[in-house]
């Protein structure tokens, strides 16, 4: 078992903004080796745990396959011998694909830093089209992060998941939890983005 900290923590840190959560993968464990440790299981679709003393959540390493529509049609794959690099390739964001190991070392497969330092908003591959709500997620870094851009490609991407008629399938509850934690940074930003990239139908169509 490998256990690293993953996500925004790490994109945090490496920006210098304090990040009060932190995530983490595990590699090369099961449910029942969790369980076994004092760890508390919690997600229902793939497997996340509470730490038994921290509270702060591990996921075990997973790989997704499109099935359906909307950002719950996946299947979830979440052996053991699934490796840190195939985990953050299923991630939407380079700026959000970095790891930390317990020594500190960081492990950035996608030059994720490189886009920090450009500031600049890019996706890892084509399985962001399948995920609707990283549209949402990709304008609300826009207002989290100041002067960060979105990149052509990932443009493109926004553009693609608009003409699919994607974000329909998404819950009214996850669209207002992006739309909140956008409007504690920059709503007027989080919202042009929306405007700009033809993601307005059928969440914002009144604008």
């Known amino acids: ?13 490496l920006l210098g903004i304090d990040s009060k959560d932190n995530d983490w ?4 464990s099961t449910v029942e080796e969790m369980l076994a440790k004092g760890f508390k299981k919690v997600g229902k679709n793939f497997p996340v745990f ?6 702060e959540e591990y996921a075990l390493a997973r790989t997704e396959k499109k099935t359906g529509k909307g950002y719950k049609g996946f299947d979830f794959v979440f052996t053991p011998n699934i ?9 939407d964001l380079t700026i959000n694909a970095i790891a930390e190991d317990e020594n500190g070392k960081i492990i950035d497969p996608f030059n994720g830093r490189t886009d920090l330092k450009n ?7 084509d399985a962001f ?13 826009s207002a989290q992060l100041n002067g960060f851009k979105i990149h052509t490609d990932t443009k ?3 553009q693609k998941i608009s003409d699919e008629n994607e974000l329909e399938y998404l819950t009214r509850e996850r669209v207002w939890e ?3 934690k956008a409007s504690k940074h920059n709503l007027n930003q989080y919202l042009s983005i929306i405007i700009e990239h033809d993601l307005c139908n059928p969440w914002f169509d009144t604008l």
């Open 25 to 28: 993968v595990v590699i090369g």
């Open 156 to 158: 493109k991407a926004l």
């Open 119 to 125: 500031k600049t908003l890019k996706h890892i591959s």
């Open 83 to 91: 490796t840190l690099e195939e985990d953050l390739m299923r991630r």
């Open 178 to 180: 992006e739309t909140i």
């Open 50 to 55: 509470l730490h038994p003393i921290t509270k």
């Open 1 to 13: 078992m490998k256990i690293y900290k993953v996500g925004g923590a790490v994109r945090d840190s």
């Open 129 to 141: 089209y399948e995920d609707p709500l990283r549209a949402l997620r990709v304008a609300r870094f």
